[in-house]
């Protein structure tokens, strides 16, 4: 089975300032993980993913996640918030082994950045 | 340019009635599926077709329906609308195991 939590409800910073959003995933093989936004009566976005490779991956609006496989996680960056970054982050993973075709989503996690 | 559509945006609708949702997608991809977020913001799989066949098929009751005509289109048929019904669709596309692109969202109300 393949699960994926977001353990924070709500993060709030300040503008300018860093911001880090948590998931942490469970799978039996390797995994996909990847990070959507959403906006306000919007569908979800697609922010980048983690395949193979490098263990920083670098994404939209400046978005960056780090996979750590020690600690199963797949925390989401930013150097400097803006107050567009507000919205409800989702973290999803998909395990590798077997023909999965299934993305199993975070709960989410609403981002507040204040002015 | 719409990537992923789906009509309509809005439905309202009294219980025991049935109604239908369409999803088209022009990114040329294989993969399609229905999810349900709830008013919790929690989202569901509920169907995926890849190639006009079912690959995911949740716990849903059967009176959600799916059918995907071809690769660009599936559809949502939902039959005897109940309350808890009411939440907001999604579909979404993907090339099979990448990323999806999701639509706007239908949000369904049921009376």
């Known amino acids: 089975a393949q699960s994926v939590a977001q353990p924070e409800d709500q993060v709030n910073v300040a503008e300018g300032n860093p911001l880090t959003v948590k998931c942490t995933y469970s799978v039996s093989g390797n995994p996909y993980l990847f990070w959507y936004v959403q906006y306000p009566n919007r569908g979800l976005q697609f922010l980048l993913k983690y395949i193979t490779g490098d263990n920083l991956v670098k994404g939209s609006y400046g978005f960056e996640a780090e996979f750590n496989k020690s600690q199963t996680s797949f925390h989401l960056k930013k150097p400097s918030a803006l107050v567009s970054d507000s919205a409800l982050y989702f973290c999803?993973?998909?395990?590798?082994?077997?023909?999965?075709?299934?993305?199993?989503f975070g709960k989410g996690t609403l981002l507040t950045v204040n002015p | 340019d719409t990537a992923v559509s789906q009509t309509p945006k809005y439905l309202v609708t009294q219980m025991g009635n049935d109604k239908s949702i369409k999803c088209e997608q022009n990114l040329g991809h294989d993969t399609m599926y229905w999810y349900k977020q709830d008013s919790k913001k929690f989202l569901k799989i509920m169907f995926s077709y890849n190639n006009k066949e079912l690959i995911i098929n949740e716990t849903v009751p059967n009176r959600f329906s799916p059918k995907s005509p071809d690769k660009a289109h599936l559809n949502l048929h939902i039959n005897s609308l109940e309350l808890g019904d009411s939440a907001v669709y999604f579909c979404a596309s993907s090339r099979v195991y990448n990323e999806q692109f999701f639509g706007p969202g239908t949000r369904l109300t049921v009376l």
């Open positions: 999803a993973v998909r395990d590798m082994r077997g023909s999965n075709y299934k993305l199993t």
